[in-house]
């Protein structure tokens, strides 16, 4: 995925009002859900996630296959 794609994908998400939790799906396999907007922080195709209890999930435009989420019904690649 492309940055500027990462980017824009990541802001629609984190904007949606009501806010509603998605999935981050890396390339590698693993998954985690975003749960609250204001516990990620995007620049230039890099995130960082604060999951619960702290813990920083740190991934970039390279890594993420796709975000999974109820937006209209589709999966974002």
Do not use: C, W
């Amino acid at each position: 995925m492309n940055s500027g794609n990462f980017d824009q994908t990541l802001a629609a998400f984190k904007s949606r009002n009501p806010f509603k939790p998605f999935t981050v799906a890396l390339v590698n396999g693993d998954r985690f859900e975003v749960d609250h907007r204001d516990a990620l922080v995007v620049r230039d195709g890099v995130a960082i996630y604060i999951a619960s209890g702290g813990v920083p999930v740190i991934f970039d435009h390279e890594g993420v296959s796709q975000f999974i989420g109820d937006q209209m019904g589709q999966v974002n690649e």
